[in-house]
């Protein structure tokens, strides 16, 4: 006996039910928040009209791929939902996410299984050949297509491709969210520390859950239960056509705090994912017991004001769409043929850590479909907030900047003594290191880690309120005055 539609909502209601009970009060609220937000969004609106005018994913297929083609006038089975398709294709597609509309608009069918992604490639081809050509909507559904086929496959195939050997314990998962396949990878602890938060451990730009191969299993053998998800548009995880930006990366952690995790967590970010997570401290506090930034990236503005940046994010103007193209390509090229050297550079007193296993799965992540489309969002990212006001303004929780000082990229002495002074009370670790201290140095920071955790998270240390750790050649010597 197949469930109906009915039956269906009320075993999905059922399990959200116990799933709530299992969190709690604060998370609970988060949780009914995001649902809200989901079920009153534009997105939900337009998937919810398209739902409800009665045509079959077929047909809302054939009106996706001729909203913009065929005159009012040509009468035939998708005529009906085609002027609604035209509205909904135009309110999703912009220069900084070509392709997005096939996202928001046909992915979820992909995803429930009500559409195959071969048919759509087939109805996409067939009108290729005919008299229609020249429509961005078959391109989508083309690149789309392929790249939803293309990941499928990866995720099929996770379990038998090389992983790093130095993270025992650790296992590989895989989430949809929005439509997307992501990857994740987790280690749980054999013996539970009673009351402990989970650690999330968030990637940078170009890099992926695997990077925290050196952390995984040392948290989890601390007693913690440990995940590192990695990014839409990132490494295994699906590059689909969206507008990439910290807000949709920051989403994404909520939800996989709330659907994964099920729990507040000790979130520590590297580069760009120390900034993500500092925004899902500062929107989402209640799922958040503590903040550690590595290396991270994001502004540190004592004077930051949100009027200020919201005067430039309404004055930004996106880049000519030819010259994003022309510098993406060729940065692109650039990276992929320097993959070697970069890392090297960027692990400059670990060198061997900057393996032949990371240059691989970089360089094969790069040549994923939709990887440089990924790439060119960098070139329309909003304006950021400061760092230090998602951390001691918004935040206001236990935080930690644990920095490797040798970092090329940036004066990373200064940026902590910037943090230090814009975020009275922070905890400092100083560590010889570059701009991946986490995979250079593994040992130190995880050391770092768990001691920030443990004196400022769980509070079962009677140090003080400012805790220094400062650099001796190659250790790092812990300091705590009373």
Not at 231 to 257: C, I, M, N, T
Not at 266 to 294: E, H, K, Q, T, W
């Amino acid at each position: 006996h197949l469930p109906t539609a009915a039956e269906l909502r009320t075993l999905l209601e059922q399990h959200q039910q116990q799933h709530s009970r299992a969190l709690g009060s604060a998370v609970q609220q988060v949780q009914a928040q995001v649902r809200t937000w989901a079920h009153t969004g534009p997105e939900a609106s337009r998937l919810a009209r398209l739902a409800a005018c009665g045509a079959s994913p077929t047909t809302l297929l054939q009106a996706y791929l001729t909203a913009r083609t065929l005159p009012s006038s040509v009468t035939d089975s998708a005529s009906a939902v085609r002027p609604l398709l035209t509205e909904a294709v135009g309110a999703c597609e912009s220069e900084a996410a070509p392709g997005a509309s096939f996202t928001a608009l046909i992915t979820p069918w992909l995803a429930l299984g009500a559409l195959s992604r071969r048919r759509v490639l087939q109805d996409s081809v067939l009108l290729r050949k005919s008299e229609i050509s020249l429509v961005p909507a078959l391109d989508a559904a083309e690149r789309g297509s392929e790249t939803a086929d293309f990941h499928f496959q990866l995720s099929a195939l996770a379990g038998q491709q090389q992983r790093p050997a130095d993270a025992p314990g650790m296992t590989i998962k895989q989430w949809r969210w929005r439509g997307m396949l992501s990857e994740f990878c987790v280690a749980e602890p054999s013996e539970p520390r009673e009351g402990a938060p989970a650690i999330l451990l968030v990637h940078g730009f170009g890099a992926f859950g695997d990077q925290w191969r050196g952390n995984l299993g040392a948290l989890a053998a601390a007693g913690y239960r440990v995940f590192a998800p990695t990014l839409p548009g990132y490494g295994r995880s699906e590059k689909a056509a969206a507008l990439y930006s910290q807000d949709l990366w920051r989403d994404h952690l909520r939800d996989f705090v709330l659907q994964q995790v099920g729990g507040p967590v000790v979130v520590a970010g590297n580069s760009i994912g120390g900034f993500i997570g500092a925004s899902l401290a500062a929107d989402c506090p209640d799922l958040v017991r503590g903040v550690a930034l590595l290396n991270s990236a994001g502004p540190v503005d004592a004077a930051f004001t949100l009027e200020g940046w919201q005067r430039a994010i309404a004055a930004k103007k996106p880049p000519p769409k030819l010259l994003v193209q022309l510098l993406s390509r060729s940065l692109f090229l650039y990276l992929e043929l320097s993959i070697g050297r970069t890392l090297q550079w960027l692990y400059p007193t670990n060198p061997v850590r900057a393996d032949k296993w990371l240059g691989d799965e970089i360089y094969r992540a790069a040549c994923d479909p939709g990887a440089l489309e990924v790439f060119q969002s960098v070139f329309y990212l909003p304006p950021p907030r400061a760092l230090n006001h998602l951390v001691h303004d918004q935040y206001r929780g236990p935080a930690a900047v644990i920095q490797g000082v040798l970092d090329p990229l940036n004066d990373a002495r200064t940026r902590a003594a910037s943090l230090q002074a814009t975020c009275p009370g922070i905890y400092t670790a100083l560590i010889q290191a570059g701009h991946c201290p986490h995979d250079e140095q593994p040992g130190k920071v995880n050391a770092a880690l768990l001691s920030f955790i443990e004196e400022r998270v769980l509070g079962s240390s009677s140090s003080s309120s400012r805790v220094k750790v400062e650099v001796e050649e190659e250790e790092a010597v812990v300091n705590v005055s009373a």
